[in-house]
């Protein structure tokens, strides 16, 4: 099975390519998102927790929508931003991908049999794009709170290996603004090409703005719920056999916001999680989205797709009971499925798919 | 080719078991707790020695190891062989593959002796899960590295910038396997339930492992094949009194999480142990040159590996692969066995081991055989006890189970006017198991 060059993503013609004045950097994207979220909604808790933040002088300078939560309903209609963000020169570094691959298990493969160049493992090139989808995100015009933003899924095609310090453009937008039982649904999508145009991975991103519901302008609106019937993630939950476990330690989030860059609050501590309104401090989805893809048995050279669907947060510290289960080795790889889920409360945490493209 | 193998075999001599020796083995963070490895390992091979009436004797080889090393241990065997009464131009090695570590050195000690390259060697192991090594963490061992690489006053700072106070909690050694970071003991869980394993039958293991070690030693057994170590004279995890009934009051300890019945306790799973063994091994030539009667031959040994990661199969169910393998080689049945020795890591690792050679499917579709492998008589199993009472200090099983097997085996010979043969069969971690066939000489 083939997939062919026009089931990427491209950017809607539409759209204009703007390039950001500075490189994204998320630090100060989440200063900017977290500030707007204590000072403008959410509790003294966030205020008191987050001093730092809410005297940050960019919280003076907030897009408005962010600002703007005390009401539960959008009154105005929405629209995405018709921009999409290209920042040019992006590479990994040798040392940070190495650190990478082992805070999420992922064990560094050449880019081809033999070659002393070392391929980019899938999920440390979604956190290379992650600051310039980020970077739309918190635009000014973009309509939804990203600050308690869910993120509900990710579908990646990785279409080819990358060497590690090899030069990427990356390009976000987004885009299928759509409403969800609970709240509203956007897509954030980002490609990295060559410098020749190729696209060597493109990844889409569905986030969810919990208690955000408006009418949405255009035609594209639709309703979601398709996101939620075609998994395993059933309920009652089934778990499958288990063949191994994560236990996962408090730090696990500092760990990652460490390599990856995604020093959302909700996953550093207990006190800056609660602050946001959440019991504790989370795993990243991404993290264990990554270290469930690097426990299936993917080979190295073929280019496949991995989807993940998040279900529960994982509440840190957690034991983790996990399935992982691949179809086939090697040449004869046909694909894999990873499970993970709270073995106590019987609750599924993530779904993870990968397919040979 | 036929021809070649088989001329092959006959230009094999014949490696014998003349003398074992151990150290009791001892609860960790008990009476051993203060030995290191290096400490047992050379009071079990200073006892085979006195034993044998080897002292200063230059042997072909020493083969020994440990799981829970310390890095200092890169050359643990030796410097047991230099800090013991053999003569210090014996060589030494360290091997190491986890739980059958004892019985992989048996069989690379009788392998050197079989095809002629040494005439007489011992093999043995040693754990301490006491005196284990405590590691720093990752993100302070990193640091400490660079700290070493660094030249420069700013570059020594840097090193040390990017230490967190978490990185001085030091990482201490899991029984976790490294891929699925699931224990041991959760693993097994896992096999208790896909074979419907009871927890009556668990405890009736157990029951019998304590029973049997007791009766052993109050027959005077292990008088010739076991040395007091620090003040203990015997395996003090035995209880000589365990019942079924006593087992069945214990709490379930893993498994806890799976739907179903959790049955692995404390009591049918063994504890963590601090302990040494050593066997003597030698050609027969060499033995009778030395007056020593051998006990039994070292006959041929497999090892089987299993895919415990997918889940495919139970991480200590590669004995039950091995096995099969080995009497097939050897032209032999589980039924001409006289003794079987099945290490007891868990109660239940033996009976799922023993249901797989009895279920007509899993020979059938996994081990490829048109019949089961067949029913192991429980009178022939374990008879002197096993890893559940005695403790298992995870290099050193392998030597206690030959040495004992071995004495058995001709004890039973002498008695019946027959030879004799045993199976021997240890997991271990990693989805890996050694099986031995020992026959008496």
């Given at each position: 099975m083939t997939r062919s060059a026009e089931q990427l993503p491209t950017v809607p013609e539409n759209y204009e390519q703007v390039q950001p004045?500075?490189?994204?950097?998320l630090g100060l994207l989440y200063a900017t998102a977290g500030a707007s979220a204590a000072g403008g909604f959410a509790s003294d808790a966030a205020a008191r927790a987050l001093p730092a933040l809410r005297k940050s002088p960019l919280g003076k300078v907030l897009p408005a929508s962010l600002l703007n939560?005390?009401?539960?309903?959008?009154r105005a209609a929405l629209e995405v931003p018709k921009i999409a963000h290209v920042v040019e020169g992006l590479t990994v570094d040798a040392e940070w991908h190495e650190k990478f691959c082992r805070v999420v298990h992922a064990t560094p493969r050449p880019l081809?049999?033999?070659?002393s160049e070392t391929a980019v493992f899938s999920g440390a090139l979604h956190s290379l794009a992650f600051p310039v989808a980020m970077s739309v995100l918190t635009?000014?015009?973009?309509?939804?709170?990203?600050?308690?933003?869910?993120?509900?899924t990710n579908s990646v095609q990785h279409v080819m290996n990358v060497a590690v310090g090899e030069e990427l453009t990356a390009t976000a937008w987004t885009e299928n603004l759509r409403t969800h039982r609970a709240g509203t649904v956007v897509d954030a999508v980002v490609t990295l090409t060559r410098n020749?145009?190729?696209?060597v991975w493109a990844g889409r991103s569905g986030y969810l703005a919990k208690g955000q519901t408006a009418a949405i302008a255009?035609?594209?609106?639709?309703?979601?719920e398709e996101e939620w019937t075609d998994?395993?993630?059933?309920?009652p939950f089934n778990a499958p056999q288990q063949t191994a476990q994560w236990s996962l330690k408090a730090d696990t989030g500092r760990e990652y916001a460490g390599v990856?860059?995604?020093?959302?609050?909700?996953?550093?501590s207990g006190p800056s999680a609660k602050a946001l309104g959440m019991k504790g401090a989370i795993a990243h989805g991404m993290y264990t989205a990554s270290r469930a893809l690097a426990a299936t048995?993917?080979?190295?050279?073929v280019p496949f797709s991995w989807s993940v669907e998040f279900a529960a947060p994982v509440l840190l510290p957690a034991t983790v009971a996990v399935s992982v289960h691949d179809d086939?080795?090697?040449?004869?790889?046909?694909g894999s499925r990873v499970i993970a889920w709270n073995?106590?409360?019987?609750?599924?945490h993530l779904e993870l798919v990968v397919k040979p493209l | 080719m036929d021809n070649i193998q088989q001329n092959a075999q006959q230009s094999l001599r014949r490696a014998v078991v003349v003398a074992g020796n151990r150290i009791p083995f001892a609860r960790a963070?008990?009476?051993?707790?203060?030995?290191s490895n290096q400490d047992m390992l050379t009071a079990a091979i200073d006892g085979l020695v006195a034993r044998a009436g080897i002292s200063g004797e230059r042997l072909g080889a020493v083969a020994g190891g440990a799981v829970?090393?310390?890095?200092?241990?890169?050359?643990l065997t030796r410097e047991a062989v230099l800090g013991s009464?053999?003569?210090?131009?014996t060589p030494a090695f360290d091997i190491q593959m986890a739980c059958a570590t004892g019985m992989e050195t048996v069989s690379t000690i009788s392998n050197k002796i079989r095809v002629g390259q040494i005439e007489a060697g011992i093999a043995g192991g040693v754990d301490s899960a006491s005196d284990a090594p405590i590691a720093v963490s990752e993100g302070l061992r990193r640091a400490l590295l660079q700290l070493q690489r660094a030249k420069t006053p700013t570059q020594k700072l840097k090193a040390l910038?990017?230490?967190?106070?978490?990185?001085l909690v030091p990482a201490a050694p899991t029984t976790?396997?490294?891929?699925?970071?699931?224990s041991m003991g959760e693993h097994q869980a896992l096999t208790t339930q896909q074979w419907g394993v009871s927890r009556e039958d668990q405890d009736q293991i157990a029951a019998s492992s304590h029973q049997n070690l007791a009766a052993a030693y109050d027959r005077g057994f292990f008088d010739d094949l076991v040395t007091p170590f620090k003040g203990v004279s015997?395996?003090?995890?035995?209880?000589?009194?365990?019942t079924v009934e006593k087992l069945s009051t214990l709490n379930p300890?893993?498994?806890?999480?799976?739907?179903g019945e959790a049955t692995m306790t404390a009591g049918n799973s063994t504890p963590l142990t601090d302990g040494a063994s050593a066997v003597l091994i030698t050609s027969e030539d060499w033995a009778s040159e030395h007056h020593l009667t051998p006990?039994?031959?070292?006959?041929d040994s497999e090892a089987a590996a299993v895919d415990f990661v997918s889940g495919?199969?139970?991480?200590?169910?590669?004995p039950a692969y091995a096995v099969p393998r080995l009497l097939a080689r050897q032209g032999l049945?589980?039924?001409?066995?006289?003794l079987i020795e099945i290490h007891e890591a868990f109660a239940s690792t033996v009976l799922a081991i023993m249901a797989a050679w009895e279920s007509e499917e899993f020979c059938r579709d996994?081990?490829?055989?048109?019949?089961?492998?067949g029913t192991v008589d429980r009178s022939k199993l374990n008879v002197n006890g096993s890893s559940l009472a005695a403790g298992h200090p995870f290099a050193a099983t392998g030597g206690r189970i030959v040495a004992s097997t071995a004495k058995e085996l001709a004890a039973r010979a002498k008695a019946e006017g027959r030879p004799q043969t045993a199976l021997i069969s240890v997991c271990a971690a990693g989805g890996q198991g050694v099986a031995m066939i020992l026959r008496s000489v």
């Open positions: 004045a500075a490189k994204p950097n939560r005390g009401g539960d309903r959008l081809v049999p033999g070659s635009r000014q015009d973009f309509p939804l709170p990203v600050m308690g933003m869910v993120h509900l020749d145009g190729t696209v255009g035609e594209g609106a639709r309703t979601s998994s395993s993630l059933t309920v990856s860059g995604d020093y959302n609050p909700i996953h550093l048995g993917v080979p190295s050279e086939g080795r090697r040449e004869h790889w046909n073995p106590k409360r019987n609750k599924p | 963070g008990g009476a051993h707790a203060n030995a829970l090393k310390h890095s200092r241990d890169f050359n009464a053999l003569d210090p131009a910038k990017n230490l967190r106070p978490n990185d976790g396997e490294p891929r699925t970071g699931l015997k395996d003090n995890n035995m209880r000589a009194d365990s300890v893993f498994g806890k999480k799976l739907s006990m039994a031959e070292v006959v495919n199969e139970g991480l200590l169910m590669a049945t589980l039924q001409d066995m006289d996994r081990l490829g055989l048109s019949e089961p492998v």
